[in-house]
Structure formats: C-alpha cells, structure tokens
C-alpha cells in the first residue's frame, strides 16, 4: 500500500485546511485509516481515524468538534477536514493504514499498530 498525504500549508489561527490522503496498491485490506501528527521535539500523536468498512470515527480530545475525518471508498481517499486552528495544530499530519480488525470499542490510536504511512504534509498555524 502506498500512502501519499497532501493539503497542508500556512494558515492564520482560526482557519481552516484540508488533508488528502490517497492509497494506492493493495488497498483491500485496509482496516482502519488514521493521522497522526508530529510536532518539533515531541512524539507522534494520534489525532483521528475512521473504520473503512462502517465509517465509524475517532478523535483525540485535543481535535474533538473541530476536525473532522471521512473517507471515499470509491477513490480509496480519506481526508481530514480540519476548522478553528490553533497554533498548537502546528505539525508535520502523517497518514497512516492498519490492516487489524480490531473490535469497536478499541479505539485505533496507537502508531505502531499501522502498517503503511504516507510522507506527511506540514501544516504550520500562525498566531
């Protein structure tokens, strides 16, 4: 599988962007399709992720009512919709694949569950 991320930039406080995530490849056994984000000097962080089969979702507290994940079956994309920015936003937004079914109620967040990630995309919010 191979993941290429793509959509980030420069924005001010309070705006918004969007991420693009597309697989390529063997991309059946996809279970779950995560971000994660990583800041300068701090570890890899989860942020969201959705179930590919029933579109279900998961966010971080720190993103919960401001970013939003979905996906397109038909274009095997997925893309993170991501309003209100703060600075603390500011990181380089990796996608990731984890081909584990794993039960509803665990929730997909830990990286090294995942097997394919993308390149990142650095989203840098100003003050």
């Known amino acids: 599988v191979q993941l290429q991320a793509s959509g980030g930039g420069l924005v001010q406080a309070g705006g918004s962007l969007k991420l693009s995530c597309a697989a390529s490849?063997?991309?059946?056994?996809?279970?779950?399709t995560a971000w994660f984000r990583q800041a300068p000097g701090k570890e890899r962080e989860f942020v969201a992720a959705?179930?590919?089969?029933?579109?279900?979702?998961y966010y971080a507290d720190s993103v919960k009512g401001r970013f939003t994940i979905s996906r397109d079956n038909a274009k095997n994309m997925v893309t993170l919709q991501m309003n209100s920015l703060k600075p603390e936003d500011t990181a380089i937004y990796y996608c990731?694949?984890?081909?584990?079914?794993?039960?509803?109620?665990?929730?997909?967040?830990?990286?090294?569950?995942?097997?394919?990630w993308g390149q990142g995309t650095l989203v840098t919010v100003s003050s």
């Open positions: 990731a694949v984890d081909n584990m079914l794993r039960g509803v109620g665990i929730v997909p967040a830990n990286p090294q569950w995942y097997d394919y």
């Open positions: 490849g063997r991309t059946s056994s996809t279970r779950n």
């Open positions: 959705i179930r590919w089969s029933t579109g279900f979702t």
